[in-house]
C-alpha cells in the first residue's frame, strides 16, 4: 500500500502544537506519526494514540531500552514504538585540543571553559562553545543537564514525585549555564540558537565545543559540513567536580492515530519502520542511535559509526528523561521561559528556580 510521507515543522514544539489542532479538530488524515519521546504519555492521556499493548507484547518491549518504553507507557498499556535515541553529547574538535597539549575532552564545565577560552584565542576562532539556549523545547534539554549535573532535578522522581528544582543545586547549575555567556566561553546568540543554527557553526570550524544530539555525528561524517569526522569526538556531558554526567533523554517514537481508519495497515508500517534491518539502516548510513539494544552492539554498526559506541556509553550510564508525565508539555512551556531568562541573566537563577517552583507545583497538584 502507499504511504504518503507529510513535513511536519523541525521545531518539536511547532510540530506538536501542529499535531495537537489536527488530533482537536477530530484527528485529519494523519495514520502515523514519527513523535518525540515527550509525546506518547500526553497523547495517550488525551486518546488521541492508539493502545498497542496486544501487537507490542512485553516479550518484544524488552528488545527496546527501558527508559524509552517507560516513556511509551502509560496506565499500564504502551502506545508507541521507540525508533531511535537521542541523548546529549559534548562535541569536541580533537585535533583543536591536541594541537594545544589537552590530551581529552573537558570532564568539568571548569575545564571546558579553560579549554574553549583559550584554544578559541590562540587559534582565532569566534566562538569556544555553542549549544540550544533558545526559549523552547531543546533549550529545557540543555539547561536541566546544567542543573543535574550540579546534583539538581525537576521532581524528586521522573514519572512522579514531588518538585524539587528550588534547590542550591539547581541554582548552581544555571549560573554556570548563564556563565557560559559571562564568562565569554558562548556568544550571546546562544540564547537564541536551536538545533539548526548552532549545529552549522560548529560544523563550519567556528567553535571549538558543541552541545548536540548523537546523530550529527552521521551529518558530520557524511560531509554536510566542513569538519570532518576526524577532527571530532564525543564525550559525556561535563560536570560541576564531584558530581555524576547526566544527559537529557531525547528521541522519536511511532505512535498512530487513534481514529484512523486503517490500523491495520498503520500497524504493518510501524512493524516495517522499527524493524531490525530498517533500524540498522538508519544506523550505519545515518549515524543514528537506534532504540533496539541488538543494534547498538552490532559490530558493523560500530564499525561504520565509530560514536556509536561513545553514544551507547553516554545514553546507557547517563540519559536521565524529562519527567515523564501527561502534565509534561505544560510543565515544558514554564520551564523554556524561565531557563532562558537564566541564560541571558534577564531573572536571576534563583529567582527562576523559585518561580518554577511554584508553577510547575501547581501544574503537578493535577495530578493528585
Ligand atoms: C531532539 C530530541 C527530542 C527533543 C528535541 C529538542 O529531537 O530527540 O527528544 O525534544 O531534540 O529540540
Keep these: 500500500f502507499p504511504v504518503t510521507i507529510r513535513e511536519m515543522p523541525a521545531d518539536t514544539g511547532a510540530y506538536f502544537d501542529k499535531l495537537r489542532t489536527e488530533f482537536q479538530a477530530g484527528g485529519g488524515e494523519i495514520d502515523v506519526i514519527g513523535g518525540d519521546v515527550i509525546w506518547p ?25 527501558p527508559a524509552h518504553i517507560q516513556a511509551c507507557t502509560y496506565e499500564g498499556a504502551i502506545y508507541a514504538v521507540p ?26 564545565w571548569d575545564e571546558l571553559k579553560e579549554m574553549a577560552l583559550k584554544i578559541s584565542q590562540d587559534e582565532g576562532i569566534p566562538n569556544g562553545f555553542v549549544f540550544q ?30 518538585v524539587i528544582i528550588d534547590s542550591p543545586e539547581a541554582t548552581a547549575g544555571l549560573e554556570t549555564y548563564h556563565s557560559m555567556i559571562t564568562d565569554g566561553v558562548a556568544p550571546k546568540a546562544v540564547a537564541n540558537y536551536d538545533e539548526t543554527t548552532s549545529v ?39 560536570v560541576a567536580s564531584g558530581n555524576e554526567s547526566s544527559s537529557t533523554l531525547g528521541g522519536w517514537t511511532f505512535m498512530i492515530n487513534a481514529q484512523s481508519d486503517l490500523q491495520d495497515e498503520a500497524w504493518e508500517f510501524v512493524k516495517f519502520m522499527s524493524s ?93
Design 83 to 108: 525508533w531511535f535515541e537521542d541523548a546529549g553529547v559534548l562535541y569536541s574538535r580533537t585535533d583543536l585540543l591536541e594541537k594545544a597539549g589537552y590530551s581529552a575532552p573537558p570532564k568539568t
Design 133 to 162: 539556549g533558545k526559549n523552547y523545547e531543546g533549550g529545557v534539554c540543555d539547561a536541566l543537564e546544567y542543573i543535574r549535573t550540579h546534583g539538581g532535578d525537576v521532581l524528586s522522581n521522573v514519572t512522579s514525585g514531588k
Design 200 to 238: 552549522p557553526v560548529f560544523g563550519n570550524g567556528e567553535a571549538v565545543f558543541l552541545r548536540e544530539w548523537p546523530g550529527t555525528y552521521g551529518d558530520i561524517a557524511g560531509g554536510a559540513y566542513k569538519i570532518k569526522a576526524d577532527q571530532v569526538t564525543v564525550s559525556p556531558i561535563p
Design 276 to 368: 531490525y534491518e530498517s533500524f540498522k539502516f538508519r544506523a550505519v548510513n545515518g549515524g543514528y542511535i537506534s532504540a533496539r539494544k541488538a543494534i547498538l552492539d552490532a559490530p558493523a554498526v560500530q564499525e561504520a559509526i565509530p560514536t556509536v559506541k561513545l553514544a551507547k556509553d553516554v545514553l546507557l550510564e547517563y540519559a536521565t528523561s524529562r519527567p515523564v508525565t501527561q502534565y509534561y508539555g505544560d510543565m515544558s512551556l514554564e520551564m523554556q521561559e524561565q531557563f532562558n531568562n537564566a541564560l541571558t541573566g534577564d531573572t536571576s537563577p534563583q529567582q527562576a528556580v523559585e518561580t518554577l517552583q511554584k508553577s510547575l507545583s501547581s501544574i503537578m497538584q493535577q495530578a493528585e
Design 41 to 65: 504519555i500526553q497523547f495517550a492521556a488525551q486518546g488521541w494514540v492508539q493502545d498497542l499493548t496486544e501487537n507490542f507484547p512485553a516479550s518484544e518491549q524488552n528488545k527496546f531500552l
